[in-house]
C-alpha cells in the first residue's frame, strides 16, 4: 500500500499530514471517525510515525472530506501513543500543506476537527493564523503530591487537548533545551500524580517561566502525551494559557500574549469571548487566535508491507470534555 504524505514544522515541532491512500472512514462525525480509525485503522498511525518511519516528537494527521457544509476539509491528529482531538502547530501546518499541494491560496477556510470547527487564514506573508475550539479554566490552584518535589500547584485547563499548567519556581531547572530530560523527568511525575489523584484526562503538563527574549510574555515547556517536549509553543498550550490567564483577571481582551518555546520559536495569541451556548461555569469560556509559521521539510511516499496492516485497536481518543 502507498501512502503519500507531507512534511512539516511548525516552531520546531514536526508534523505529518497524510493526503492520499489512506482507507475510508465510514463516520458521518469527525469524532465517529476518529473512533472508526482508532479501532479499525489504527496502522496506519503506528506506520506514519512510530518508528522506523517517524519518532515520538512527530505529530500524524489524516486529511478527511469535511463533515460541515461550510468546511474545506476535515482532519484527524494521532502521534506514538493515540489519537488528538485538536493540534494548534499541526493546524497551522495543515494550511502551510494544503497550500503546497496547491489546494489552498491565501485566506480563510474551515476546518472539521474531532472536537469542533476551526477556522485558519494563510495570510500572504506566510504566518497562519487559527481560531481555536472554545477553551476553558476548569480549575484553578490544584494541588497535588508528587514524590521528590512536594505540593505542586497548578491550574486544569481545557485548550482543545486537557492541560494542567504550573508555574516554574526554584524546584525546576531554567527552560532551556538542555535542561529538557531533567524538565521531562520533572513533568512526568507531575502527570503520573494527577492520574493517581483522578485526573486522569490530563495527557499535556505546561511549565510557565520568564521569558528569554523580553519581547516575549512567557517561556513554556510542553509535556505531550507521548513522553516528549514540544518543539513549538504548542497551539493548544498557549490557548490553554490565554484561558487560564483570562479566569484570573490577567489577559485583557485587546492584549496580545507572545508565548515563547524552549526552542526560542513564538506564537502570538489574542482572544474573543465564546458564544453563549459554549460558556461553562465558573470561569468564561474564550476562543483563542493563534499565529505562527510553518515550513514544508519533505514530501513521502510511504510503502506499506501487507503484514503491517491489522485492525487490533490502539491508543485513546484524548478527548475527554
Known amino acids: 500500500r502507498h501512502i503519500l504524505a507531507v512534511d512539516s514544522h511548525t516552531g520546531g515541532e514536526p508534523t505529518r499530514i497524510i493526503y492520499d491512500g489512506a482507507p475510508a472512514?465510514?463516520?458521518?462525525t469527525m469524532a465517529d471517525r476518529l473512533e472508526c480509525f482508532r479501532l479499525k485503522?489504527?496502522?496506519?498511525?503506528?506506520?506514519?510515525?512510530?518508528?522506523?518511519?517517524?519518532?515520538?516528537?512527530?505529530?500524524?494527521?489524516l486529511i478527511t472530506p469535511p463533515v460541515?457544509?461550510?468546511?474545506?476539509?476535515?482532519?484527524?491528529?494521532?502521534?506514538?501513543?493515540?489519537?488528538?482531538?485538536m493540534c494548534g502547530?499541526?493546524?497551522?501546518?495543515?494550511?502551510?500543506?494544503?497550500?503546497?499541494?496547491?489546494?489552498?491560496?491565501?485566506?480563510?477556510?474551515?476546518?472539521?476537527?474531532?472536537?469542533?470547527?476551526?477556522?485558519?487564514?494563510?495570510?500572504e506573508n506566510g504566518l497562519v493564523s487559527l481560531d481555536n475550539v472554545p477553551c476553558h479554566a476548569?480549575?484553578?490552584?490544584?494541588?497535588?503530591?508528587?514524590?521528590?518535589?512536594?505540593?505542586?500547584?497548578?491550574?486544569?485547563v481545557w485548550g482543545g487537548n486537557w492541560f494542567f499548567i504550573l508555574e516554574m519556581d526554584?524546584?525546576?531547572?531554567?527552560?532551556?533545551?538542555?535542561?529538557?530530560?531533567?524538565?521531562?523527568?520533572?513533568?512526568?511525575?507531575?502527570?503520573?500524580?494527577?492520574?493517581?489523584?483522578?485526573?486522569n484526562m490530563v495527557d499535556h503538563v505546561e511549565v510557565s517561566g520568564p521569558p528569554l527574549n523580553p519581547q516575549n510574555n512567557s517561556r513554556n515547556f510542553v509535556l505531550c502525551p507521548g513522553d516528549a517536549y514540544d518543539r513549538s509553543p504548542c497551539g493548544t498550550g498557549t490557548s490553554a494559557r490565554v484561558a487560564a490567564l483570562v479566569a484570573r483577571g490577567q489577559l485583557e481582551k485587546d492584549r496580545t500574549w507572545?508565548?515563547?518555546?524552549?526552542?526560542?520559536?513564538?506564537?502570538?495569541?489574542?482572544?474573543r469571548e465564546a458564544p453563549e451556548k459554549y460558556q461553562t461555569a465558573p470561569f468564561m469560556s474564550v476562543i483563542p487566535t493563534i499565529t505562527g509559521s510553518a515550513r514544508i521539510t519533505g514530501a513521502l511516499e510511504m510503502i506499506v508491507h501487507p503484514d503491517e496492516i491489522d485492525s487490533v485497536p490502539s491508543g485513546t481518543t484524548g478527548m475527554e470534555s
Open 170 to 199: 526554584e524546584r525546576f531547572p531554567e527552560l532551556t533545551v538542555d535542561n529538557s530530560r531533567m524538565l521531562t523527568a520533572i513533568t512526568l511525575r507531575i502527570r503520573e500524580a494527577l492520574h493517581r489523584e483522578g485526573f
Open 89 to 123: 502547530h499541526g493546524t497551522i501546518g495543515l494550511l502551510v500543506t494544503l497550500n503546497y499541494l496547491g489546494r489552498l491560496e491565501p485566506g480563510s477556510c474551515l476546518v472539521d476537527t474531532p472536537v469542533g470547527p476551526v477556522t485558519a487564514t494563510l495570510h
Open 25 to 28: 472512514l465510514d463516520a458521518a
Open 258 to 271: 507572545r508565548q515563547e518555546s524552549i526552542t526560542g520559536s513564538v506564537f502570538s495569541a489574542e482572544w
Open 138 to 156: 476548569r480549575q484553578l490552584d490544584l494541588t497535588v503530591q508528587v514524590p521528590d518535589l512536594g505540593e505542586v500547584c497548578g491550574d486544569l
Open 41 to 61: 485503522h489504527d496502522w496506519l498511525r503506528r506506520v506514519s510515525v512510530e518508528e522506523p518511519r517517524g519518532s515520538d516528537i512527530l505529530v500524524g494527521a
Open 68 to 85: 460541515s457544509e461550510a468546511a474545506g476539509c476535515g482532519i484527524i491528529f494521532f502521534n506514538n501513543v493515540g489519537y488528538l482531538g
